[in-house]
Structures are given as C-alpha cells and as structure tokens.
C-alpha cells in the first residue's frame, strides 16, 4: 500500500544525528512547514515540501490530506503499567481527604490492593480492561508504550501479566518485567526471601521464555533496598536483560547512583534525585525518564530537576507513568503541559523527550520516534497548526487521526 500525507501545516520529523538529543539538540524538531510525506509498505520513503511530494505521487497511491494539521511521530510512552484489575478511586478519595500514599500503603492499600484484584482476574479479562486503556493511549497520540509487569508479584503471576502485554493490538509494547514491584502480603517481613525468589524463579522463566526485554526494580527504603536492588538487576543482567529502575521517587535513596554503577538504560522518576545523581548518571550514560504526572497526582510539589538535567547533557525522557494508584493518566499531552509549567522545559524540549528520545530509551530509535526514511510510518495527525498548541491546551485529546505501520488505528 502506498499512502501520501498531504497538507500538514508543521511536519515535525525529529530528523537529527542518530543518538540521543541532549542540551540544545533538544529544541530541534526539524520542522518542514507545508510539509508532506510519501509511506510504502508500511515505512516512510520521502519527507519533504509538499510539492516535492506531490511530483513523487503515482496513480495507485491513497492521499490523505492533513487539513493544515500538525502531524508528527507517535508518541513512545516510555514508562507504564497497564495490566491491572479494578482500580483505586477509593484511594483517591482517601488521599483528598488528607491520607498519604505511604499510609494508605502501610494499611494494605496501594500496589498490594492492585495486586489482590489483579490476581483473581484471568488472563482474558485482563486483556478486556486493557484494551480500554489501549484506546485511551491512541486517542491521546501514544503509538508505543514501555509495559511493565509488577501486580501479579508471584511467579504464574507475573508471567500472566507478561503474556497479556504480548497480546496487546495495535499498540506497540516493550514489555518489562517488575516482579520486583513490592513485597507481596504473603512475604511481608521478608524482602530478602521475596528478593530470592525474583532471582531464582521469576527471572530464569522470563528469559528464557523471551517475556520481557528489560528488568525493573522499585529501588526504594522499605521495599527494595539498594544490596537487593544490586542482586536482582545484576541477576537480570546476566541473563541478557535490560535494565530500568524506579529511582528516587520517595527519597534520596542513591538509588541514581545505583543506576549509574549497573549502566543501566535508564532510572525513572528521579524527584529526589540531586547534583552528585545527576552528574552520575551523565557519566554512565543512563537516561532519566521523568513522570510528572506521578507527582501531580499525588499532590506533591517535588518535580524532577528536568533543567539540571538538561544542562548536565542528559537525554531526557518523559512518560506518564500510567498506573491505577499514583498516575492515572495515559496522556502524553497532559504530562508535556506538566513538564512545560511545572519543569520549565520548553515545548520543543517536552515533545523530544515523548518521541525520539524516549525511542532511544526502549530500544526503538532505529525503527520510530521520528519521521525520517526508512523508519516505521507510525505518526498522529494532531488536531492543531503549531506543535506548541499540544503543552499549551491541556485535559484534551488531541490527535485527529493515529496511523500504526502506516494503517489508520484512529
């Protein structure tokens, strides 16, 4: 099939050297006004001026006109968790009301009550709620999502919640494995024991089953701390597994350093994350993925130090973080507002970190996050004339049209 889009008031290709963008890279969005582009089989063959593009056009190719839209890659929500039964409103309510999240925890709420309800639910019903969220993702311009494992916290489990990740359509999905989300009511009291199980059981059977990619722990004081964080991502490593950590989210743990020392592919979070953090994970090269939407939703005011991080070199990342409890949101569009108000990132900067930089982060850049060709057509006709509108307005979906190897899926 032969597809040319047509009438785009601001292609923004995200064309640039092939790494990572950091520092003032990240402004850079490589934008072709009145732009056009040419798509077969699936992979985009021309970028350029629209009468460029029309000069290439042959009879059997269907012409999609933009509108005078913006069009751009899909969003690469490089951090969710998006299998889980029922939800947490009750929660919610509790913490409007003055609860904290760690209280509520310590009470047998939070991720553990996830994880009671999402192990009574069978793989199809799982895969039934989920494609709810499927839906909201694209209507929010997502073509890619990191999916992570992490409410199952046994063995069957866990495995479970992998084999759905697989099974989702059209979304892409890398799936991560997170049995080491928290300690499960049944080893309360008993991380290390947990701890060994992940290494000796769980990670054994998601290698060799090929049902992740990457290795997930949540570093954190009281859940995993940082020797058996050590243990795990080192086990994982030595079974081919990437490796991502949930860093400093509650506290100054070091945990960034942790990230830095193992060469990790990215830490995620980072709230607490400081000067000698930062300046760690530069030298390792990790890339910080930041969830501002976390932070809003659970009222807190401790946002990632995104412009110190930008000013280190640091690729930087964004994602939303979907979750039931602490970042109900599948919205990219929301979290660029949060990155651009709250962090003081630019809009060019907040929609690099949603497209190719989070490509980078999931091991995807050689295939999406910008619209160069040779790259998978996946890209989002949004509903606007500047890509500036996408941070700007906020609470709305915004893509018009959503295409996933050059098929429409919205």
């Not at 092939?18 to 089989?41: N, T």
């Not at 929010?140 to 084999?163: C, D, F, H, V």
């Not at 990215?266 to 300046?279: F, K, N, P, Q, V």
Request: glycine content about 10%; hydrophobic content about 45%; some cysteine.
């Amino acid at each position: 099939m032969k597809l040319a889009i047509l009438g785009c008031s601001q292609l923004v290709t995200l064309a640039g050297p092939h790494r990572p963008r950091a520092g003032v890279e990240m402004r850079g969005l490589a934008i072709i006004h009145d732009g056009a582009m040419l798509i077969e089989a699936g992979r985009i063959q021309h970028v350029g001026k629209r009468s460029e593009i029309e000069s290439l056009i042959e009879k059997d190719c269907t012409v999609v006109d933009a509108g005078n839209r913006v069009v751009m890659p899909g969003f690469v929500d490089a951090h969710t968790h998006p299998i889980f039964a029922g939800n947490r409103a009750d929660e919610f309510e509790q913490r409007a009301s003055g609860a904290t999240y760690a209280e509520i925890a310590a009470a047998g709420g939070g991720i553990r009550s996830t994880v009671r309800q999402t192990r009574a639910a069978s793989e199809d019903a799982l895969l039934d709620s989920t494609a709810k969220y499927v839906q909201w993702f694209l209507r929010n311009g997502t073509t890619t999502i990191e999916a992570k494992s992490g409410y199952g916290l046994a063995p069957e489990q866990e495995y479970k919640l992998l084999r759905v990740i697989g099974r989702i359509k059209p979304l892409r999905c890398v799936p991560t494995f997170l049995g080491a989300h928290e300690i499960p009511d049944e080893f309360r009291g008993r991380a290390q024991e947990y701890a060994a199980v992940v290494i000796n059981e769980m990670l054994p059977e998601v290698a060799s089953k090929k049902l992740a990619e990457y290795c997930d722990v949540f570093c954190e004081p009281g859940i995993f701390g940082l020797d058996e964080s050590r243990r795990i991502l080192i086990a994982a490593r030595a079974l081919g597994l990437g490796l991502r950590m949930h860093a400093d989210q509650l506290s100054k743990s070091g945990a960034a350093e942790l990230a830095a020392e193992l060469a990790a592919t990215t830490a995620d979070h980072l709230e607490h994350t400081g000067a000698s953090g930062i300046a760690a994970l530069h030298s390792a090269g990790v890339q910080p993925v930041l969830l501002p939407g976390s932070v809003y939703a659970l009222g807190s005011t401790r946002y990632p130090n995104a412009r110190g991080m930008i000013q280190a070199g640091l690729p930087v990342v964004l994602a939303t973080d979907f979750n039931p409890g602490s970042s109900p949101t599948p919205s990219i569009p929301m979290v660029l507002s949060l990155a651009c108000t709250q962090m003081k990132m630019t809009p060019a900067e907040a929609i690099t970190a949603a497209t190719i930089n989070a490509a980078w982060s999931v091991g995807r850049a050689h295939q999406i996050g910008s619209l160069e060709p040779g790259k998978l057509a996946d890209f989002v006709i949004h509903d606007c004339t500047d890509f500036r509108e996408l941070a700007y307005f906020f609470g709305v979906e915004p893509a018009h049209a959503v295409y996933i190897d050059g098929n429409s899926v919205l």
